[in-house]
């Protein structure tokens, strides 16, 4: 069964560096996002993508992050200048419509 | 107000027996749908059941179903026949809106389940 995949699992970081997380969502889907969440607390929506732009965006996403679909299989979040505050795991979901979200197994982010 | 609100604190069920987990919704959008998914120990998030507000019968997907109560704003998950697998934290969560590009889904807090043997 197709399933979306994230890589790398986990990262460490440290504060101020650039981090690129990277997700390969199932082929025939067309809806992207990325959430995050925080060690022991709910999950936060950061980004939703289509047909390669932003679609919605939260409070969270501001100037130093970034999304990119660079070719037809990978989607990308870029973080410019990682904080503190940034540690957490990090799931890239898909979907073909409004009724399904798949995740990934998440990349946890460690910022140092 | 919360969007999804789950109180439960941790939920206990001895393995086999049926458990229900609550989830209520607060929403004016009159078309949004509600999903469930099961996060274990190992971090992933597993999509369970998913449920739209204009289905007119539940959802049931396996040993899971889903209690909606569109007048109460109520989508409880109902696990049977329990399995110690089943041990996880468990998301509800609701999109707002009928279109696939602006989906965000909003979660709860989550409820921990453990099966006894």
């Known amino acids: 069964e197709p399933e979306v995949t994230q890589t790398p699992s986990h990262q460490v970081t440290q504060m101020g560096q650039e981090v690129i997380l990277r997700c390969v969502p199932i082929s025939n889907h067309l809806y992207f996002y990325w959430y995050r969440q925080i060690l022991g607390q709910k999950v936060e929506f950061l980004v939703s993508f289509y047909n390669n732009e932003i679609s919605e965006k939260s409070e969270i996403f501001d100037d130093q992050f970034s999304v990119e679909r660079p070719d037809g299989s990978n989607f990308t979040l870029k973080i410019r200048s990682t904080k503190l505050e940034d540690s957490a795991m990090y799931f890239c979901a898909s979907g073909r419509g409004s009724n399904e979200q798949f995740f990934g197994p998440g990349t946890r982010l460690t910022v140092l | 107000a919360q969007k999804i609100t789950q109180t439960q604190p941790g939920m206990f069920v001895q393995e086999k027996e049926a458990v229900t987990l609550d989830c209520t919704y607060d929403?004016?959008?009159?078309?949004?749908?509600l999903f469930w998914y099961k996060q274990p120990s190992s971090g992933e998030m597993i999509f369970l059941i998913y449920?739209?507000?204009?289905?007119?019968q539940n959802a049931t997907e396996g040993r899971y179903s889903l209690n909606f109560q569109k007048a109460r704003k109520s989508a409880n998950l109902v696990i049977s026949a329990s399995q110690l697998g089943d041990s996880a934290m468990y998301f509800c969560?609701?999109?707002?809106?009928?279109?696939?590009?602006?989906?965000?889904?909003?979660f709860g807090k989550g409820i921990t389940l453990s099966v006894r043997p």
């Open positions: 449920q739209g507000s204009y289905d007119q």
């Open positions: 969560a609701m999109r707002e809106g009928n279109t696939g590009a602006n989906s965000k889904l909003t």
């Open positions: 929403t004016s959008d009159p078309s949004y749908g």
